[in-house]
């Protein structure tokens, strides 16, 4: 159902349009009399589109437009007039209005309007949804020692064009480091193609990636660009490769050592100098020993090895990652936005994530945002297998494949945050509470952990 905001002066007019609109679709129609109660209305429920008059005394429907632009109020409006004046309406248009309509039109031409701009919206927003999805860093967010020296490496590998093989656990973020290391690679502006090699059709592998031309198999009606040829100068994101076919998997060695792809059903070369990044979840040095993967295409594609650190081994940086998980979930959801309570910080530290990484995180994140009816979200909107884990264990102990030195940063570093939430974020409080000298010190510790009060979720 959607919620129609009808603003007009003459309430008689706009009772009509709003009786019209609800036995036309499935409407639920507001009427306010003014341009200030339309703003009103707009900054304090959620409205789909606004019918708004442009002759009104006092605010005009110019002046609603001002408004919500400098509010940012992202809401269609339709505007209408009964002088005739279509100038005046072109330049609603021109000033964010998305259509606009004479008060003599047959009611069913409204609605139609309305149903448009309303889809024109959520097309709008899942475009920007999709964009910020491609574009989210949130795997890559924080500051502990894991990932400090984790961007350090990235920042080194991304401008060298060799393969690169990226390692990590089912949801750790392999893809958005990929991307990252495109970003920061010689053709940024270049294409990014990803294949998901576990999702490809063993029959369609070659395929997929090196294209094929009209009649090489049934169903090759048209001539195909694989992805080597689609990435162009760009990049090439081969995730989960411990799972391509080894048929196809000597192809690949042989494409990656000539730079050359022949299409299926051709016998044309076609140079490709997209890079190569890889990933996987597998180990392929057992892989290797037990001939479920080449010798040669593993040392083809790890001459450099980017192993992405589980959430486990750097919880400190949790703050942060809930934080912009929380603005980017309510945001999607178009709800208010909400906070955590100073309880709820602990459980997520003290949980292992070891099934899913910061994906399983985002999803915990989504369902207490569901399950949270007010502003903040308490323990008792924990899921349950979290909160039980949380509270019945400490956090995880620190892999075994890292440094004293490491172990003891990403210690101290979930100390201070823990005392922080405890207390707020209140410095002098937190720096008493673990027996510091002074706030000085802790601020210290702080600046040093790169910790500031927007860490705070």
């Not at 019209?20 to 679709?25: I, S």
């Not at 958005?176 to 369609?204: D, K, M, Q, S, Y």
């Not at 169903?219 to 990435?231: C, M, P, T, V």
Request: proline share 4%.
């Amino acid at each position: 159902m959607s919620t129609i905001l009808v603003c007009d002066d003459n309430i008689l007019v706009a009772e009509q349009y709003a009786y019209d609109l609800r036995r036309l679709g499935d409407h639920q129609v507001q009427v306010v009399g003014s341009g200030a109660a339309a703003l009103d209305v707009l900054s304090r429920d959620a409205v789909d589109c606004v019918v708004l008059d442009l002759e009104m005394p006092g605010m005009d429907g110019f002046g609603v437009l001002q408004a919500m632009r400098e509010r940012g109020l992202a809401v269609p409006v339709i505007v209408y007039t009964g002088t005739g004046s279509y100038d005046r309406c072109a330049d609603a248009i021109r000033r964010g209005a998305s259509a606009f309509i004479d008060k003599e039109e047959p009611v069913e031409r409204v609605a139609r309007e309305i149903e448009l701009a309303i889809e024109r919206r959520r097309m709008l927003d899942e475009i920007a949804m999709l964009r910020r999805y491609a574009d989210d860093e949130s795997a890559l967010l924080g500051s502990s020692p894991a990932m400090r020296a984790f961007k350090d490496a990235i920042a080194r590998v991304a401008p060298i064009p060799s393969a690169v093989l990226i390692m990590g656990e089912s949801g750790s973020g392999k893809e958005l480091v990929a991307r990252e290391v495109h970003r920061l690679g010689a053709n940024p502006r270049e294409p990014f193609v990803a294949v998901n090699c576990a999702a490809l059709p063993e029959h369609l592998v070659e395929s997929e990636l090196f294209g094929h031309e009209r009649g090489a198999f049934s169903g090759a009606i048209a001539q195909r660009k694989g992805a080597f040829e689609s990435a162009g100068r760009g990049t090439l994101f081969l995730d989960e490769i411990g799972d391509l076919p080894l048929a196809a998997q000597a192809k690949l060695l042989r494409v990656l050592e000539e730079r050359v792809v022949v299409r299926l059903g051709s016998t044309r070369g076609v140079a490709v100098p997209a890079r190569v990044v890889a990933a996987t979840n597998r180990d392929l040095d057992a892989d290797v020993r037990s001939d479920r993967f080449r010798k040669d295409l593993y040392f083809r594609l790890n001459v450099h090895i980017l192993r992405v650190p589980p959430l486990r081994d750097r919880l400190s940086d949790l703050p942060d990652l809930v934080a912009r998980l929380l603005a980017t979930t309510c945001d999607r959801f178009r709800c208010r936005p909400k906070r955590l309570g100073t309880s709820v910080l602990p459980l997520l530290m003290a949980y292992d994530w070891r099934q899913n990484n910061v994906r399983e995180l985002r999803n915990v994140v989504e369902r207490m945002v569901i399950a949270s009816d007010g502003d903040t979200i308490g323990p008792e909107h924990v899921p349950l297998e979290v909160r039980d884990e949380g509270a019945s264990r400490v956090a995880a102990p620190a892999s075994i494949g890292r440094t004293f030195l490491e172990r003891k940063a990403e210690a101290e570093r979930q100390i201070i945050i823990a005392a922080l939430d405890r207390h707020d974020w209140h410095v002098t409080r937190a720096a008493q509470d673990l027996e510091l000298a002074d706030h000085a010190s802790l601020l210290k510790i702080m600046r040093r952990h790169g910790l500031t009060r927007s860490s705070a979720a």
